[in-house]
């Protein structure tokens, strides 16, 4: 038996560091001097004798044990929020019983304005009390807004191999050629990518078994200005179909293969999930397979 516990101003500091990944930021956010929140962060891990924040030059980083408390926080208040709501006094201003409560969720541009945003709508028009919040990231930092609990959820287009979370493969994207409807003239050889970490274009090439390392690339940070580049005739792009659809700018290159890109649900791994989380997950599943499984059978039209 013991009788000790988590001190709650500590547990608050560690969560907004956590939250943030900035000891700067979360001093801000919780109205404290920096020194003020490193001593809260540091009492709580001398209190539980374990280091739970590592602090590197680019920013702290959750310790394994850090992880753990961080799940079993994000568990409990969901445990509470759930409680509240049953007690009546989760209800909306109007009296009505609804969903209450943020809803932060990660993705990829070319998933998170057009899909993401019109697959939440019905729900977020039913339930005022049910505030979203999108942050659009690279594929490759994605992760690290769920392990530090920067959101409750992200659209990845791979398959998180961790424990601490659940993955659920939700449909693909189906990458195409496009160019303008007009001749590109001197930029035909040009190709526009994310940045030069992005890879899209060379797996592209590898698919249709084509020379890639004389390509021309320029870079236009996400897909959308990617985009906006080829319609004014700045080179050719490797894009998701189901952002060209209905774009009579652009002409689709169909003797090129499709370049399939996973899409994945994922959410961290907790023995309790709310009714908000359980009812935003399903909607956002649902909601996903089927723009997914449209943009295909619209491609086959």
Request: proline share 4%; glycine share 8%; hydrophobic share 40%.
């Amino acid at each position: 038996y013991t009788d000790f516990m988590i001190s709650s101003i500590g547990l608050e500091a560690f969560l907004e560091v956590a939250r943030t990944g900035s000891f700067t930021r979360a001093a801000n956010n919780l109205g404290l001097t920096q020194s003020a929140l490193s001593q809260r962060v540091q009492k709580l891990e001398s209190d539980i004798e374990t280091t739970l924040l590592l602090r590197e030059k680019v920013g702290p980083k959750l310790t394994e044990a850090g992880e753990l408390l961080l799940r079993h926080a994000q568990t409990t208040a969901e445990m509470e929020s759930d409680l509240l709501s049953r007690l009546g006094l989760g209800a909306t201003k109007g009296g009505a019983e609804g969903l209450r409560g943020v809803l932060r969720v990660g993705g990829f541009s070319s998933v998170m304005w057009p899909l993401v945003v019109p697959a939440f709508e019905k729900l977020v028009a039913k339930n005022a009390g049910l505030r979203l919040e999108c942050m659009v990231r690279e594929t490759r930092d994605l992760p690290g807004l769920l392990r530090t609990g920067a959101v409750d959820l992200i659209v990845a287009d791979r398959h998180l191999d961790e424990t601490s979370f659940e993955s659920v493969r939700v449909g693909f994207e189906r990458n195409v050629l496009v160019g303008p409807r007009e001749e590109l003239g001197a930029r035909a050889e040009a190709f526009l990518d994310h940045d030069p970490e992005d890879n899209t274009t060379r797996d592209f090439f590898r698919l249709q078994k084509w020379r890639f390392e004389s390509v021309r690339r320029d870079y236009l940070d996400d897909v959308f200005g990617i985009l906006e580049g080829v319609r004014r005739g700045w080179g050719r792009a490797v894009v998701p179909e189901h952002l060209v659809l209905k774009d009579k700018q652009l002409v689709v290159d169909r003797k090129a293969r499709p370049l399939l890109t996973p899409v994945f649900l994922v959410r961290p791994r907790l023995p309790y999930y709310s009714r908000l989380q359980r009812e935003s997950f399903e909607t956002l599943e649902r909601g996903l397979r089927a723009t997914l499984g449209a943009a295909s059978q619209a491609r086959r039209a």
